[in-house]
């Protein structure tokens, strides 16, 4: 079946530390990535998206994520990361014949001060 | 900025209650969807809609209905409420494909 994969589940960093969270997906076509930020207690917020162009983008709060094609992946990354990133992560897809989004089962992100 | 407004936070309703969750958005959007997100499970859609009176089903509308009545407004109907349905639900509204969606605070739903 089509599906959006996040094989990290849970995720633990202390501050400062890289981050890269990963998301493969397995729809053809021109797809719409995006990553989304539930912090406790609050909505999901729109990190970042990618459709077209330069496959590396930069979303809010210092993350970015990159697109390869050939890998089906839209894997998110942090160079440093901070306490108040502690949230959980969604990878989307909006596949060519879609207008709603698919997304992965989510990574819960805990970073320790 | 988007608003896109879910009347309750949290709700308890009774097994077999007909349960009315409402979402009110600001921007004009054509597409209004409902998600249920359940740990573990992430966001799986239930029901959308492209425009006034129109739907389509989800991956999982079973148990559940939607009405579109006007633009601004998309509501998700539990006809008979059920303990399988506790859940978080999420409303949210799109403009286009490439500019993903924007999502409510989310109903928090005990069925007891």
């Known amino acids: 079946a089509q599906s959006v994969s996040q094989h990290n589940h849970h995720v633990i960093l202390s501050e400062a530390a890289s981050l890269e969270l990963g998301c493969n997906y397995s729809y053809g076509g021109t797809v719409n990535l995006f990553w989304y930020v539930q912090y406790p207690g609050q909505h999901l917020q729109l990190l970042l998206k990618y459709f077209s162009g330069d496959p590396l983008v930069k979303g809010i709060k210092g993350f970015e994520a990159e697109f390869i094609k050939s890998k089906f992946s839209f894997n998110l990354r942090k160079p440093s990361v901070q306490w108040s990133d502690t949230a959980e992560y969604f990878c989307?897809?909006?596949?060519?014949?879609?207008?709603?989004?698919?997304f992965g089962t989510g990574t819960r992100l805990t970073v320790i001060p | 900025d988007v608003k896109v407004t879910q009347s309750s936070r949290y709700l308890v309703k009774r097994t077999g209650e007909k349960v009315f969750l409402e979402c009110v958005q600001d921007m004009d959007h054509e597409n209004m969807f409902w998600y249920r997100q359940d740990p573990g499970l992430g966001l799986r859609l239930i029901y959308f809609s492209y425009d006034v009176k129109m739907k389509e089903k989800g991956d999982i509308p079973e148990g559940y209905s939607v009405s579109r009545e006007k633009k601004e407004r998309f509501s998700l109907i539990l006809e008979s409420a059920s303990t399988n349905q506790t859940s978080m639900y999420l409303c949210a509204s799109s403009i286009a494909r490439q500019e993903g969606a924007f999502f409510g605070q989310g109903t928090r739903l005990t069925v007891v």
């Open positions: 989307a897809v909006n596949p060519p014949w879609a207008n709603n989004l698919f």
